[in-house]
Every structure is written in structure tokens, then in C-alpha cells.
């Protein structure tokens, strides 16, 4: 059974930086597209970065320029760098990864971290 754990999270000041990772396990063949996610308090859970396979990338309007994602392929690992934060980047940050595993081919969500950012 595949399952992704993140970590990363934490309570940081405007202008600080935290770097987010987001690993799958389980009997894995390929990852896809591999996605953040974020939900900030009373608000719907919206899309903040993605990357695909070959390395392209999209980026939420709002945080281009301040947020890099990237990937490391062989342990199957998704990363999202933060930079220049903003109380409005406050929210549980998701993970979404699009995996053919053993049994099946489908998108498997993460538990959640949260990123607290304070004024």
C-alpha cells in the first residue's frame, strides 16, 4: 500500500523560509505529477505548485517567484522551498502524488503539515 508522509512544517516569521518534503512508500513503479496543496483556515484547499515527471513546473500566482518545487526521482521524494513567507502563506500544506504502484494507478494524498506564519 503506498502512503506519503510529510514533514517540514513549523511556526516561522514574515520573511522566513521552511522547506517542506513529501515521500512515498510502498511497492512503487513510477510517480507522475506530484503536487502541493495548500488549505488555509476556513478557506477551500487550493493547488500551490506542481511538477511532472520531466521536470516542468506550475506555480500558483501567488507564490511565483517565493516557492520552488522540485523532485528527487529515486527516493521518491517531492520538495517545496519557501522563501520570503507571508501570514497569508499560513495553511496545512498537502502533498498529492500520482503513482502506478502494484496494484493500482491513481493519486494518493499526504497527511498534512502545517505552516504557521506569524507578522
Known amino acids: 500500500q503506498v502512503q506519503l508522509v510529510e514533514s517540514g512544517g513549523g511556526l516561522v516569521q514574515a520573511g522566513g523560509s521552511l522547506r517542506l518534503s513529501c515521500v512515498a512508500s510502498?511497492?512503487?513503479?513510477?510517480?507522475?505529477?506530484m503536487e502541493w496543496y495548500r488549505q488555509p483556515p476556513g478557506k477551500q484547499r487550493e493547488l500551490v505548485a506542481g511538477?511532472?515527471?520531466?521536470?516542468?513546473?506550475n506555480y500558483a500566482d501567488s507564490v511565483k517567484g517565493r516557492f520552488t518545487i522540485s523532485r528527487d526521482n529515486a527516493k521518491n521524494t517531492v520538495f517545496l522551498q519557501m522563501n520570503s513567507l507571508r501570514p497569508e502563506d499560513t495553511a496545512v500544506y498537502y502533498c498529492?502524488?500520482?503513482?502506478?504502484?502494484?496494484?493500482?494507478?491513481?493519486?494518493?494524498w499526504g497527511q498534512g503539515t502545517q505552516v504557521t506564519v506569524s507578522s
Open positions: 510502498g511497492r512503487i513503479f513510477r510517480i507522475e505529477t
Open positions: 511538477i511532472t515527471s520531466g521536470g516542468e513546473t
Open positions: 498529492k502524488q500520482r503513482i502506478a504502484s502494484e496494484s493500482a494507478f491513481g493519486s494518493y
